[in-house]
């Protein structure tokens, strides 16, 4: 069966997460732009589990984590435009599709922020690193950075029980 089809209106939350993290993408270019000239010509560009850096490359490299985190933003903010299409753990219904559509959009929505932000996080200590503040990532960091989209992903899986 067929999910209905319904155009979903965001509310000013939504618009808010979004704007938000339309900053927060915006703020993120900037910050590499202007730290650019003050990190050394050779950077970490890998860390292992532990944190500690394994591999090195030219400072160019810098480039590479705001623009994926970009492509990733920009699919995920232009590919929630049809919400019934989505595979949903529950059974969609006209009674109940509204606030399961809007229920997925949130998820995607911050999920998308705390992608944007994962991606900025590992770069503070590059982007430091000249100044000598960080020298290696902290483990915590990583265990943050893999349990928090667990972590959104669980809360609005069990809402989407809830609200059905």
């Known amino acids: 069966m067929e999910n209905p089809i319904l155009k979903i209106e965001k509310i ?46 030219n400072k160019i490299f810098i480039f590479i984590s705001p623009f994926l985190a970009t492509i990733i933003y920009l699919g995920l903010f232009f590919g929630v435009k049809k919400p019934h299409k989505f595979h949903y753990n529950v059974t969609i219904t006209t009674e109940n599709s ?39 990532l902290n483990e915590v960091l990583f265990i943050l950075i893999g349990i928090v989209p667990i972590f959104i992903i669980a809360y609005y899986t069990s809402k989407s029980y809830k609200i059905n």
């Open 98 to 136: 509204e606030r399961q559509y809007r229920n997925a959009l949130q998820m995607i929505r911050v999920l998308n922020l705390g992608i944007v932000f994962s991606f900025f996080i590992i770069d503070i200590p590059i982007l430091f690193t000249q100044d000598g503040i960080f020298k290696e």
């Open 12 to 57: 000013k939350a939504e618009k808010r997460l979004d704007y938000f993290t339309s900053a927060f993408i915006f703020v993120y270019w900037l910050a590499v732009f202007y730290r650019y000239n003050h990190i050394p010509d050779v950077i970490p560009i890998h860390y292992d589990i532990d944190g500690s850096i394994d591999n090195y490359g």
